[in-house]
């Protein structure tokens, strides 16, 4: 038998959210994690070429690593099963409250194939405040 490559086996029209490699903010309250279910519901309801394109105070931005200006630590977990190819060092930044509204908040992560792997929540824009 001849092996079969696949090329699109797994091609999602939509973001998918993963939380495997999630650090929380010390103040992440039970009202943040209702509004986290909401901006899920809200990305996840259009595809991601539609999301991709709404400004980056309601949808995201995919800034380089390297040009966010501090230091993130891709955890070790996740370079084990992705190299840093498969998402050319780039981060995630999805707004937890769009136009920065109560808070300054962020969720940090990477991209893999439309899945967004978070990991960082950052409830008062410590780690990222663009």
């Known amino acids: 038998l001849q092996e079969k490559i696949c090329t699109k086996c797994f091609d999602p029209k939509y973001i998918k959210f993963n939380f495997s490699y999630i650090k929380y903010d010390r103040n992440f309250t039970d009202e943040h994690k209702a509004q986290l279910v909401k901006r899920m519901i809200v990305l996840s309801k259009e595809t991601y070429i ?8 309601i949808g995201f931005e995919i800034e380089d690593k390297n040009k966010l200006g501090i230091s993130l630590e891709t955890p070790p977990a996740f370079l084990d099963r992705f190299p840093i190819e498969r998402f050319n ?4 930044i ?7 509204n109560p808070v300054n ?5 990477v991209f ?3 899945i967004f792997y978070i990991f960082y929540i950052d409830i008062n824009g410590e780690l990222y405040n663009h």
């Open 50 to 57: 539609v999301v991709s394109q709404w400004p980056k105070n």
């Open 89 to 92: 060092n780039k981060y995630g």
């Open 94 to 100: 999805i707004r937890l409250y769009p136009n920065n």
């Open 105 to 109: 908040a962020r969720l940090i992560g």
């Open 112 to 114: 893999v194939n439309k």
